[in-house]
Nanobody
Framework: VELVESGGESVQAGGSLRLSCASS????????MGWFRQAPGKEREFVAA????????RYLDSVKGRFTISRDNAKRTVYLQMNSLKPEDTAVYYC????????????????????WGQGTQVTVSS
């Protein structure tokens, strides 16, 4: 499975971006998808995840109300809409597939995700 992220840019604080992650996997519609990010000098952290049918989502507390994860199974693509961006959102953003996927469970640990994209850089200036 190949995952390709796009949409990262440099924006000013308060701005918005929409990241996309396109998957080559034929079973995309049955896989929970997640977004992670890694800021310079920090460990990679969970940002958001969505179950295969979109029925459940989970977010990092600091992005709740600002970020929205969504997916289009027909296009095999997952999105991350990011509004009200802050300088602390600056990071490389990655999408990944959850190893165990069902309509309920949403993981947050890296070890529970398998395939990863190459990442897309988001830079938020103050």
């Amino acid at each position: 499975v190949e995952l390709v992220e796009s949409g990262g840019e440099s924006v000013q604080a308060g701005g918005s971006l929409r990241l996309s992650c396109a998957s080559s996997g034929r079973t995309f519609s049955s896989v929970t998808m997640g977004w992670f990010r890694q800021a310079p000098g920090k460990e990679r952290e969970f940002v958001a995840a969505m179950t295969p049918n979109g029925g459940r989502t989970r977010y990092l507390d600091s992005v709740k109300g600002r970020f929205t994860i969504s997916r289009d199974n027909a296009k095999r693509t997952v999105y991350l809409q990011m509004n009200s961006l802050k300088p602390e959102d600056t990071a490389v953003y990655y999408c990944a597939t959850q190893v165990y996927s069902d309509s309920f469970y949403l993981a947050t640990q890296e070890t529970e995700f398998a395939y990863w994209g190459q990442g897309t850089q988001v830079t938020v200036s103050s």
